[in-house]
């Protein structure tokens, strides 16, 4: 038996889409150039990493805005996915991590921990089974009841983690250059005015007489 790995999304952009998991390295995220792309806008462009390691698969997250969490919980560092845990990219996004079992020598798919198949009995064995008189009323099997699909969790906010919820953005950098260069920009201006004013009043020799007669001898009696 061969095990392969899959996303199955539930819920977001191509919802029923079956993934299957046929590299090593993959990254989910809303830019085009990811493995996996999911164009939801709470996704982050590289939003989450999922890479083998021996025979399992780990979930990463890349540093996304709206988190990446599996079963509720958000991820704070690499963390080893089992088979049927659901993955939630901000709170639309919801994917779930599926394992099957493939056997090469037949058609027969099954999910890991599903009950086996019981092989069907021999000719003679189904020769010697009581056979049912024409007369007797056949009742049709009862259909199994559906199951209606069980709501899911509400995030919530556990300790100091995010669980779904979106982290409110972090407050802008302030602008000190901003003021550095306008503070610069007034005084320029306000020595281009000055310069103005003595050379329009010819105040050369009565603010500035030792600076003058430095450059031009005689200049200021």
């Given at each position: 038996?061969?095990?392969?790995?899959?996303l199955i999304i539930r819920s977001g952009p191509n919802s029923g889409q079956v993934i299957k998991l046929e590299k090593d390295d993959l990254i989910l995220g809303r830019d085009l150039h990811s493995d996996i792309v999911l164009t939801d806008p709470e996704v982050s462009r590289r939003h989450a990493r999922l890479f083998q390691k021996g025979s399992a698969f780990m979930l990463e997250d890349l540093g996304s805005t709206n988190g990446t969490f599996v079963e509720g919980q958000r991820l704070t560092g690499?963390?080893?996915?089992?088979?049927?845990?659901?993955?939630?990219l901000g709170?639309?996004?919801i994917l779930v991590f599926e394992a099957i079992e493939v056997d090469p020598d037949a058609t027969k798919v099954s999910n890991i921990g599903e009950k086996p198949v019981q092989e069907p009995a021999p000719a003679e064995q189904i020769s010697q089974r009581p056979t049912i008189s024409p007369m007797e009323p056949i009742q049709a099997p009862k259909p199994a009841p559906v199951e209606q699909p069980k709501p899911q969790p509400k995030p919530q906010i556990v300790g100091g983690d995010y669980v779904g919820s979106i982290p409110e953005s972090p407050a802008p950098k302030?602008?000190?250059?901003?003021?550095?260069?306008?503070?610069?920009?007034?005084?320029a201006v306000g020595c281009l005015i000055v310069f103005i004013?003595?050379?329009?009043?010819?105040?050369?020799c009565v603010l500035f007489p030792g600076v003058v007669n430095l450059f031009v001898p005689g200049y200021c009696r």
């Amino acid at each position: 038996m061969i095990t392969e790995f899959r996303l199955i999304i539930r819920s977001g952009p191509n919802s029923g889409q079956v993934i299957k998991l046929e590299k090593d390295d993959l990254i989910l995220g809303r830019d085009l150039h990811s493995d996996i792309v999911l164009t939801d806008p709470e996704v982050s462009r590289r939003h989450a990493r999922l890479f083998q390691k021996g025979s399992a698969f780990m979930l990463e997250d890349l540093g996304s805005t709206n988190g990446t969490f599996v079963e509720g919980q958000r991820l704070t560092g690499p963390y080893l996915l089992q088979p049927g845990e659901t993955i939630h990219l901000g709170e639309n996004c919801i994917l779930v991590f599926e394992a099957i079992e493939v056997d090469p020598d037949a058609t027969k798919v099954s999910n890991i921990g599903e009950k086996p198949v019981q092989e069907p009995a021999p000719a003679e064995q189904i020769s010697q089974r009581p056979t049912i008189s024409p007369m007797e009323p056949i009742q049709a099997p009862k259909p199994a009841p559906v199951e209606q699909p069980k709501p899911q969790p509400k995030p919530q906010i556990v300790g100091g983690d995010y669980v779904g919820s979106i982290p409110e953005s972090p407050a802008p950098k302030k602008r000190w250059w901003i003021w550095l260069v306008a503070g610069l920009a007034l005084l320029a201006v306000g020595c281009l005015i000055v310069f103005i004013i003595v050379d329009l009043a010819n105040l050369y020799c009565v603010l500035f007489p030792g600076v003058v007669n430095l450059f031009v001898p005689g200049y200021c009696r």
